[in-house]
T-cell receptor, first 116, second 115 residues
């Protein structure tokens, strides 16, 4: 079974440009999450989709970040325009739907974004 | 809200020596606790988790962690490490009694195992 897949693995862009990160969750997982780790600090929650709906986007830093999950399958995270402080590793994770099971989240390898 | 503190950012250790990675958390509600590991050039992988029941949980590769509610800790231990245990380890929590899936992570502990 394929795990969570993220594209690209690395991206270097100039300040002011636009970048789109993609995440393909594990098939059948309703929950999809985006997290970010900046400069060796904590991994911080960005947002949570349940199928195609945004359940919680309290961690999104500002309106330069736009996440979508069309059809409840893969998700994209667009940063427009990118700023230097957006550099970091962006992780995507997915999990099954039943909260009561304490179901673990499976993480992708992350996308390392560098804004220069 | 929850917060997680990993007290050591770097832990160098010799092969076959024991290691302990400390994790303390703060939460106003009951939580599930997790340890994730990130090996070089790989993604985060779940190492072990505490949901309920026995406070001592084990992984398949010899790690164990003990949930201590009174001390709000979930320290990770291994009695004898291997070179292959070199990785970054993250402690994480999330609420167990609310419709809240957000994981709160510590800053990570880098373990470097030397021969």
């Amino acid at each position: 079974e394929a795990g969570v897949t993220q594209f690209p693995s690395h991206s270097v862009i100039e300040k002011g440009q636009t970048v789109t990160l993609r995440c393909d969750p594990i098939s059948g997982h309703d929950n999809l999450y985006w997290y970010r780790r900046v400069m060796g600090k904590e991994i911080k929650f960005l947002l949570h989709f349940v199928k195609e709906s945004k359940q919680d986007e309290s961690g999104m830093p500002n309106n330069r970040f736009l996440a979508e999950r069309t059809g409840g399958t893969y998700s994209t995270l667009k940063v427009q325009p990118a700023e230097l402080e957006d550099s970091g590793v962006y992780f995507c994770a997915s999990s099954q739907g039943r909260r009561e099971e304490g179901t673990e989240a499976f993480f992708g390898q992350g996308t390392r974004l560098t804004v220069v | 809200a929850q917060s997680v503190t990993q007290l050591d950012s770097q832990v160098p250790v010799f092969e076959e020596a024991p290691v302990e990675l400390r994790c303390n958390y703060s939460s106003s509600v009951s939580v599930y606790l997790f340890w994730y590991v990130q090996y070089p050039n790989q993604g985060l992988q779940l190492l072990l988790k505490y949901l309920s029941g026995s406070t001592l949980v084990e992984s398949i590769n010899g790690f164990e962690a003990e949930f201590n509610k009174s001390q709000t800790s979930f320290h990770l231990r291994k009695p004898s490490v291997h070179i292959s245990d070199t990785a970054e380890y993250f402690c994480a929590v999330r609420p167990s009694n609310r419709n809240d899936y957000k994981l709160s992570f510590g800053a990570g502990t880098t373990v470097t195992v030397r021969a």
